[in-house]
């Protein structure tokens, strides 16, 4: 009998054309994507006189520095024009179809790949970029990679890779009302820390899991990089079928449905053996936000921040310390007490429609107390989320609606928190001056993003939302 | 890519767990190419205030480490994301070694990309390392990748690197190279996957779209 296999096995075998005794393996792509920060690889390509092995396969869009406010016709700063220009002139240089700055289908990269149907269960994906894990939601192998990988791949269409280790993360149980897959996400992380899943390829699993929308799927895989994981992945399912029919580049009539029959026999195998196994109920989640500098510093909304001198431990009370001055944080202090800034709904981790829909539900009828800016996904999510009114929501209740791009997540773009100010935010990093030098960053879901924009602090979303049902 | 073998050189440490690329290189830096000098920025947000003065608490800063080739760091060096302008800045200010707990997964395939070697030691060993060189500053640490050993003052450390990357650094392989020594397997591998999974090629293209 054949040994039991685990999804990881699966889309790793399916994908291997050499392995070395080494134990290094030569890995087909399926799908590469590319942005304007992929300039690094193209100048190595120019440098060898190299080609473009597989335009039809790679995939490039303008996100990282294109404008989410104001005018994008004429980009005002010369050097991020030059950024959407360089990638407009490699990729036409290389015939490779690109969702540019003036194209419909724009969008942030890991919003783009699974909404046109380019990413598919079963496929290989890499993108220079961190958060290529969120592809992994639609059952599909996918990670980030730096500039010289990315050249490789331009140029050879495969990837050196050893295989990391199998790690599974089953959440079971029914989630309270309002708790999604970001909160879930961070659950996770504050468990086994920014590097509990380094070296790994991690496959969620549970009810909890199961139970997620494609949405919130992505927006968990999307973080398992935040845990150090190599890729974070979900087994295909009926959702994940239903999701995908109809996009533009997904198989159609009897390519899906021979595409479905392989499709489904990607799940773990019963008995099969992970490295790793972490499990979390539920149940007990609680909306969460980050009170520090690293995702891992997450904290359920009703709890306080720690208090370094009640630390036994001398490197982390150190590191404690140093996190809650960074953030202008006393210690102890209840997190409901921080008063916030302003507040940013967007990035590849939260800015779809449902993302969307979740903090309109909150802030429909209220007021922020503070500025905000929300960029959604992709230009089909901002034009779905007009068509609902749900930028009308979002201008009553005081926040500016702005372009798509990764915008106010990294602020390449001009996008920034200004030194000192304080964010709640639906994005990935909370790191020092991710959203701009001195930036104070605090993660949440789009919901809770919401809740403290109404509320002027951290705020639980949970009562807003009841009086809605009341 | 240069080769490494072995390297005697002072050691900075730098004590802040999930130390990332954004920390490493600021965001605002990856419009500039490499051939920009990237070097010049390194850590430019916890080296140099917002009017561009030196902090002269951070351990690069201090005169004994200026010049050090080796950085000594906490758990989860080089997290986030995958920017290997991280790599360029650390290698091109002169860095060829950086000693850790645990790396970010990316960063350290960006390292072995470009000749810098990721050496795993324990937390233990790792503040260890750290306290001696606050005792001493201008004691050199000696790092050889044949024996995988750190000799630090009187002790020496064992460190684990992955062998691939370790033969990698070495030998200096190019990946291109070994890559196209095997062009055959690779067209036999994308015919043969043509038939076993049609669906995997898009076949809508951008005029169709």
Request: with cysteine; net charge negative.
């Amino acid at each position: 009998m054949k040994e039991p296999q685990t999804l990881v096995d699966k889309l790793w075998s399916a994908h291997e054309i050499v392995r070395r005794d080494d134990g290094e393996s030569l890995l087909w792509v399926d799908r590469h994507y590319v942005h304007e920060g992929s300039f690094h690889a193209f100048g190595k390509l120019a440098e060898r006189g190299a080609r473009v092995a597989e335009p039809g396969l790679t995939f490039a869009v303008a996100d990282h520095y294109v404008p989410t406010r104001g005018s994008r016709e004429d980009i005002a700063n010369p050097e991020i024009a030059r950024m959407v220009r360089q990638v407009e002139e490699n990729t036409a240089r290389n015939g490779i179809s690109l969702f540019g700055l003036r194209d419909p289908r724009q969008g942030i990269v890991h919003v783009v790949g699974p909404e046109q149907g380019l990413t598919l269960p079963g496929l290989l994906i890499v993108c220079g970029d961190s958060h290529t894990s969120t592809h992994g939601a639609l059952g599909a192998y996918a990670f980030g990679i730096g500039a010289s990988e990315v050249a490789h791949v331009l140029m050879t269409q495969t990837i050196w890779q050893k295989k990391p280790k199998r790690m599974r993360v089953t959440v079971d149980g029914r989630t309270a009302p309002g708790i999604g897959g970001k909160d879930i996400v961070l659950a996770v992380i504050a468990e086994i820390g920014a590097d509990g899943a380094t070296g790994c390829a991690v496959e969620f699993a549970g009810s909890a899991i199961r139970a997620l929308s494609i949405e919130g799927r992505l927006t968990l895989c999307n973080m398992s990089i935040e845990a150090g994981a190599r890729c974070g992945m979900v087994a295909p399912d009926e959702a994940t079928f239903a999701y995908l029919s109809g996009r533009p580049y997904a198989p159609t009539g009897a390519d899906f449905d021979r595409a479905v029959a392989q499709w489904s026999a990607l799940a773990t195998d019963d008995g099969a053996s992970f490295d790793r196994e972490v499990a979390l109920d539920g149940t007990t989640i609680a909306p969460v936000v980050t009170w520090g500098t690293s995702p891992e510093d997450a904290l359920p909304i009703d709890a306080s921040v720690p208090d370094p001198a009640r630390e036994p431990d001398e490197m982390r009370a150190k590191y404690l310390r140093e996190a809650l001055d960074y953030m202008g944080i006393a210690p102890g202090k209840r997190l409901t007490d921080i008063a916030v800034d302003r507040v940013f709904i967007g990035s590849c981790t939260n800015a779809r429609i449902e993302d969307l829909r979740a903090a309109a539900a909150v802030l429909a009828g209220r007021t922020s107390k503070v500025p905000g800016l929300v960029s959604p996904g992709s230009t089909p999510v901002k034009r779905q989320a007009e068509q609902e009114g749900l930028d009308r929501i979002f201008r009553d209740a005081g926040l500016e609606w702005g372009e798509s791009g990764c915008s106010m997540c990294v602020g390449i773009n001009g996008d920034l928190v200004a030194s000192g100010e304080r964010c709640a935010s639906t994005t990935n990093r909370n790191f020092r001056g991710r959203q701009g030098p001195g930036a104070r960053t605090h993660l949440m879901s789009p919901a809770m993003v919401a809740a403290a924009a109404v509320s002027g602090h951290l705020a639980d979303v949970r009562p807003l939302l009841a009086e809605r049902t009341t | 890519m240069d080769k490494f073998t072995t390297l005697t050189a002072l050691a900075c440490p730098i004590n802040q767990a999930n130390l990332n690329t954004d920390q490493i290189v600021p965001a605002r830096y990856l419009k500039w190419t490499r051939a920009m000098g990237i070097g010049k920025v390194l850590f430019q947000d916890l080296r140099f205030d917002a009017a561009g003065n030196e902090k002269p608490d951070f351990p690069l800063n201090r005169p004994a480490w200026r010049n050090a080739k080796i950085v000594v760091g906490a758990r989860n060096f080089g997290c986030g994301s995958s920017r290997e302008a991280a790599v360029y800045a650390l290698y091109d200010h002169g860095i060829r070694c950086v000693i850790a707990p645990s790396f970010g997964d990316i960063f350290s395939g960006n390292a072995v990309q470009n000749g810098l070697l990721t050496a795993i030691v324990t937390d233990d060993e790792a503040a260890k390392i750290m306290a001696t060189l606050a005792r001493t500053p201008d004691l050199p640490l000696t790092v050889d990748l044949e024996q995988q050993t750190i000799v630090c003052g009187n002790k020496s450390y064992p460190f684990a690197i992955d062998p691939v990357r370790r033969m990698r650094l070495i030998n200096g392989w190019d990946d291109i190279a070994l890559t196209e020594s095997f062009r055959d397997r690779v067209a036999a591998f994308r015919a043969d996957d043509a038939a076993r999974r049609p669906w995997a090629v898009p076949k809508v293209s951008m005029t169709d779209a």
